[in-house]
């Protein structure tokens, strides 16, 4: 058993190659540990920036929706506006001639003072002194 021990310690070519060999498997899955951690940061780099693309285009997204939606209301607002408007004005009470009711504090509704008796235009308002 000694001799093979003794064996073991000579430096033949074989020996030397083998060793070799080993060492330079060792220092190529060394080499792809650290091509594999590049890789890994890269992709996890692309993802983040690929996450923050889509998170900017969902706030991109939302935001234009809330304008629609707030734009859309403002045209809802207006339309019953205007709709309540003609209403009132469809609903108005009418006097016995035909008229809207004087309702400006007691001033007149038309402009019944461009007109003189034969319903003609006058040349302007009447003189009040």
Not at 97 to 119: A, D, F, H
């Amino acid at each position: 058993m000694l001799e093979k021990f003794e064996m073991s310690l000579v430096e033949t070519p074989a020996v030397i190659e083998k060793r070799q060999q080993r060492q330079a498997i060792i220092a190529a899955r060394a080499a792809r540990d650290v091509e594999r951690g590049e890789e890994r940061l890269r992709k996890e780099r692309e993802q983040v920036k690929r996450a923050e693309l889509e998170a900017k285009a969902l706030a991109d997204a939302e935001r234009a929706a809330a304008d629609l939606a707030a734009r859309d209301a403002a045209e809802e607002r207006h339309k019953r506006r205007l709709s309540k408007r003609n209403r009132k004005r469809l609903a108005m009470r009418v006097t016995r001639r035909g008229r809207q009711p004087r309702s400006n504090g007691g001033g007149v509704t038309s402009p019944i003072w461009l007109q003189g008796k034969t319903g003609r235009p006058r040349n302007g308002p009447p003189k009040l002194w």
